[in-house]
């Protein structure tokens, strides 16, 4: 089955710790992406990246990092220096990142900081 | 700047009433393409359609059609004789071809409630 998982679905932290996220992805697709989703409102991008080891920041990225050593994976790290780290991030992917391609998502990572 | 603006924050509908979502967007490119998703409580997002800007036709699949006019910058989308399975956030998004800002923007979102 193709597609898209991010593990875990729920993460707790404690507050002041970095903590990664996990995206893969079997689509054979070039482009990758990390948004956040908090209640009420829409998707905002964190990073994006269309080819291995190459990636930009999107509108929010502040206090986050990722890496893309392998075009199957895109982890996203949460750093302490997130403020409100506490949301749904998502996780999505499309053929070579062009602006008419479609972006597939991943099921999400609720994480929340105690 | 591109931006997508859904006015409708919430609807509630009972079972088998027509509901139509609105998406209003603002570009300056020529070409463009938008996006409708629905993210169902489940979390993740399923992409429902794609028109590009010189595709001014309506589309219909099955009980959901959608209504681009160029005119009124909007983007609508009608779900017929609704189901409670419809029950979700729709998400409408606008991505630009050359202007080189973020790929893909999106609005924030409509919950529909289908009430049995």
């Known amino acids: 089955d193709g597609g898209i998982t991010q593990s875990p679905k729920y993460l707790f932290r404690k507050e002041g710790q970095n903590v990664t996220l996990s995206c893969e992805q079997n689509?054979?697709?070039?482009?990758m992406y990390w948004y956040r989703q908090d209640p009420g409102q829409g998707l905002r991008l964190i990073y994006y990246s269309q080819i291995v080891n190459d990636f930009q920041k999107g509108d929010i990225a502040e206090g986050y990092s990722v890496s893309r050593e392998k075009k199957e994976s895109f982890p996203l790290t949460v750093t302490s220096a997130q403020k409100n780290p506490t949301a749904f991030y998502l996780c999505?992917?499309?053929?070579?990142?062009?602006?008419?391609?479609?972006?597939?998502f991943g099921p999400g990572t609720r994480l929340t900081v105690l | 700047a591109q931006k997508v603006t859904q006015a409708q924050t919430e609807i509630s509908v009972v079972e088998k009433e027509d509901v139509t979502l609105d998406c209003v967007y603002e570009?300056?490119?020529?070409?463009?393409?938008l996006f409708w998703y629905k993210q169902p409580p489940s979390g993740e997002l399923v992409f429902l359609i794609r028109?590009?800007?010189?595709?001014?036709q309506n589309e219909i699949s099955g009980r959901y059609s959608w209504n681009f006019q160029k005119s009124t910058s909007s983007f609508n989308f009608t779900i017929t004789a609704s189901q409670v399975v419809d029950s979700a956030v729709y998400f409408c998004a606008l991505s630009e071809a050359y202007s080189g800002n973020t790929p893909l923007v999106f609005g924030k979102g409509t919950r529909l409630s289908v009430i049995a």
């Open positions: 028109r590009n800007s010189f595709d001014e």
């Open positions: 689509l054979n697709h070039d482009a």
């Open positions: 999505a992917s499309s053929i070579d990142g062009r602006a008419a391609d479609t972006q597939y």
């Open positions: 570009t300056r490119d020529t070409t463009y393409y």
